[in-house]
């Protein structure tokens, strides 16, 4: 097995198997179970009967939205694991093409938990026991990945090669 010293143990799990999985899933709804059910699951509701049809706009609007999840899988999955096979032997290096990748998922993570919180109705914003799996997902694992995220920099349950290094940003210069 390739080393990947910038990414042991619980952030590779994370980061390049679940991460990649849960993005996917978006879009393989949208395949088989078409638009109007991931429309349907945005916003948690017992009620509510799911459209047969959506208009034109909507639907592109989340088919828009699958594709969006499944770039997210591509650059979880393919991204780090070409940074792995290509530099094994340059922890750091590994970890500053990491680290500019996390900043960018960080900084996506945090707007989407915000726009998905803020979207729903109040009295369904402030009780996350009625939430669905899409919700949770919007919102919780977008939490787990932001903190998650935040603790890979400062070097929790790993060894730092790059960052939290004086003599390598000053390299850097």
């Not at 638009?35 to 349907?40: D, I, M, R, S, Y």
Request: glycine content about 4%; proline content about 6%.
């Amino acid at each position: 097995m390739t080393k990947f010293p910038a990414m042991p143990g619980y952030y590779k799990f994370l980061f390049l198997y679940l991460e990649p999985l849960s993005t996917f899933c978006p879009t393989i709804v949208v395949k088989f179970y078409g638009a109007n059910h991931l429309h349907h699951t945005l916003i948690p509701t017992i009620t509510e009967p799911i459209l047969s049809k959506l208009d034109p706009r909507t639907e592109m609007a989340i088919w828009q939205l699958a594709n969006s999840y499944f770039l997210l899988c591509l650059i979880s999955s393919l991204m780090f694991r070409a940074v792995r096979d290509a530099l094994p032997h340059d922890p750091a290096a590994q970890e500053r093409i990491i680290g500019a990748t996390l900043m960018s998922l960080v900084t996506a993570d945090t707007l989407h938990m915000i726009h998905s919180w803020f979207g729903l109705p109040a009295d369904v914003r402030y009780n996350p026991w009625c939430w669905n799996t899409m919700t949770h997902g919007n919102v919780t694992f977008c939490i787990l990945l932001f903190l998650s995220r935040m603790a890979w920099f400062l070097g929790i349950g790993r060894q730092r090669y790059y960052y939290g290094h004086r003599d390598a940003s000053m390299k850097a210069k």
